[in-house]
């Protein structure tokens, strides 16, 4: 879940981005999971969807390698964008499932973006 004010735009990076809607300071807490509002899913249980709910899942989930399932954001932060050099990042000595916390002062207007090494395990599959 979202714990700061972002909009949705166009993004130079790839498609649609997450931009920050107000200043966030660097340090601040960004998005965490939260049960019952984000999803997580195992393989099995993706398994069993049909094929466009699949590819659906695999589109915006992640496979998390720190507590290995999927992960799946209801709200914006989904279209967070990977950077090599991001101003997000996920912080696990906080949170089994990574706490993002702003690594830099993010002004209004800014793309909102992250590593996905930090976290996604790639080249994932289903049946």
Same mark, same amino acid.
């Given at each position: 879940?979202?714990?700061?004010?972002?909009?949705? &735009?166009?993004?130079?990076?790839? &498609?649609? &981005?997450?931009?920050?809607?107000?200043?966030?300071?660097?340090?601040?807490?960004?998005? %965490?999971?939260?049960? &019952?509002? *984000?999803?997580?899913?195992?393989?099995? !249980?993706?398994?069993?969807?049909?094929?466009?709910?699949?590819?659906? =899942?695999?589109? $915006?989930? $992640?496979?998390?390698?720190?507590?290995?399932?999927?992960?799946?954001?209801? *709200?914006?932060? %989904?279209?967070?964008?990977?950077?090599?050099?991001?101003?997000? %990042?996920? *912080? $696990?000595?906080?949170?089994?499932?990574?706490?993002?916390?702003?690594?830099?002062?993010?002004?209004?207007?800014? !793309?909102?973006?992250?590593? $996905?090494?930090? =976290? !996604?395990?790639?080249?994932?599959?289903?049946?």
């Amino acid at each position: 879940m979202m714990l700061v004010k972002t909009k949705l &735009g166009p993004s130079s990076i790839h &498609g649609i &981005g997450l931009f920050a809607d107000q200043f966030i300071a660097a340090g601040t807490a960004t998005w %965490r999971f939260i049960p &019952g509002f *984000d999803i997580q899913k195992n393989a099995t !249980e993706i398994e069993v969807l049909s094929l466009p709910a699949r590819e659906w =899942f695999k589109q $915006y989930a $992640y496979l998390d390698f720190h507590v290995n399932v999927f992960v799946l954001c209801a *709200d914006d932060a %989904r279209f967070m964008n990977h950077s090599n050099n991001p101003n997000v %990042r996920p *912080d $696990y000595e906080q949170d089994p499932f990574g706490l993002d916390i702003a690594a830099c002062d993010i002004q209004i207007g800014e !793309e909102l973006t992250t590593n $996905y090494t930090l =976290f !996604e395990k790639e080249d994932v599959s289903f049946k």
